[in-house]
């Protein structure tokens, strides 16, 4: 069985990319604003915030999940979510050192 290729990158590398991919879309990252703004578990009033259908509201919840970004438990018939603080910390950091290994241009670059 052959490599696939994010065997080609490095964690860091794999990780930040999945974080970008789920942060691509306003809607997911309104979804992450409301979320911190709430500081607390969310469970049906995500789709009130949103001008959004219920299941394109599910979708976006479930690639943040996917992601690592949120979490949710079940609560009745409900899901409620919140940030996943474990990986928001891991995240953040990995985010900041990507941002961290830029040094301005001594020289006009561009």
Not at 19 to 30: E, N, S, Y
Not at 33 to 47: M, Q
Request: a positive charge; proline letters at 3%; hydrophobic letters at 35%.
């Amino acid at each position: 069985m052959g490599a696939t290729k994010t065997d080609f990158f490095t964690n860091k590398q794999n990780e930040l990319s999945t974080v970008f991919k789920a942060l691509g879309h306003p809607a997911r990252i309104a979804i992450i604003e409301y979320l911190l703004k709430k500081s607390a578990c969310v469970c049906g009033e995500i789709v009130d915030e949103l001008p959004l259908a219920q299941p394109t509201v599910s979708q976006h919840l479930k690639e943040l999940r996917n992601a690592g970004l949120i979490k949710g438990s079940v609560e009745g018939a409900a899901v409620c979510y919140c940030i996943d603080e474990k990986n928001w910390s891991k995240y953040g950091k990995l985010l900041h050192s990507l941002f961290a290994e830029y040094q301005s241009c001594k020289t006009n670059c561009c």
